[in-house]
């Protein structure tokens, strides 16, 4: 069986390779310190010149050491280096296709379904995907100055969760929950659990993909008290899955927290059936279970990265059948109307118009996708 990679650690005076607040301390965002370690493109550098200023970036060492040091094109710099075309107005696109705002009950609280939420803990992350679906939220843009508003007290968002007894499910996402302190976290998961009908808590994080040095002893110990815990976390390349991140799932698995991976079909990065078999195969090797694979929407800024679905349905059609069962994940599309699995007979085709239809028999018009001619035969 082939070893996954262990990548040698970026020489960085003072850095406690091993400490993830040295590595957060020590987290690169500017061209002349990246540059010490890679070779960075003249594209790239225009980039980080004329993103920097509208977008954030930042980088930690850890992922850095993944980067391949010559090839621009390396999965690991196309979804953490900034690109020019980040700036480009695409047509159709939006900055909310998912209509998180539409469903959003408090400051914190997005209630879309009916018995679960997703609870916006924060707007920081270890690292700034490039490709980031709440782009809107975790970056400078001026049209939504609205929304990132000071911090405000918690009080609202834990009413808005005690009030509503259908709630039976708490996603925390951001950003980047694990970007707070173990202590803070504490507090929130600690008030959540005394909500009686909050069965399950489940945490989003991309920190065993970014720095998985955050994946101690202590915080896995933390949350074993608060089962049941699920945590889902976000590979999208093979060449993420190290022996660092192995072990930081290992260390959730046998605190008896289960793992899943929800992955972006992104453009260059993972668009092709050899990497996404690879990336499943070596999901399951490290005991992740792959959970969704995110069709990548017209969101404003990320275009670039966008998909046509017969792209995915070429990849779900290598997987099924041609794997382990449980090593498929499914394929869907975010839509205000919620997830839509993309299996045919959720998309209908009026005098070329794409039509989707909801768990719920909802139906609506999406007009932000890419299309290409299969796509249009659809039905
Ligand atoms: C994805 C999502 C959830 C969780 O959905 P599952 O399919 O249960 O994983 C909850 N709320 C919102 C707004 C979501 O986008
Ligand atoms: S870690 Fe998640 S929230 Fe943060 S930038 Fe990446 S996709 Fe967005």
Redesign the pocket.
Known sequence: MRNFASNPKLEIPGLFWDNWRSQLRFAINTEAELAKYIQLSNAEIKAIQKCSRKFKWQITPYYVSLMDKTDANCPIRRQALPSLDELEDTANSSLDP?G?LD?QKTQRV????PD???VLTTNACAVYCRHCTRKFRTEDLELIANITEPVRSWKEDFEYIDQHPEIR?V?LTGGDPLSLADSALERIIARLRSIKHVEII?IGSRFPVFLPQRITTELCEMLDKYQPIWF?THFNHPKEITEESAAACDRLLRHGIPVQNQSVLLKGVNDDAETMKTLVHDLLRIRVRP??IYHCDNVTGVAHFATTIETGRKIMRTLHGFTTGFAVPEYVL?TPL??ISLCEENFSNHNGELWVKNYKNEKMRVETLLLDESDKQLC
């Open positions: 998912y998180d469903n997005i209630h879309k379904y679960r939420v997703i499910d996603l489940r889902s959970y969704y975010t919620g997830k």
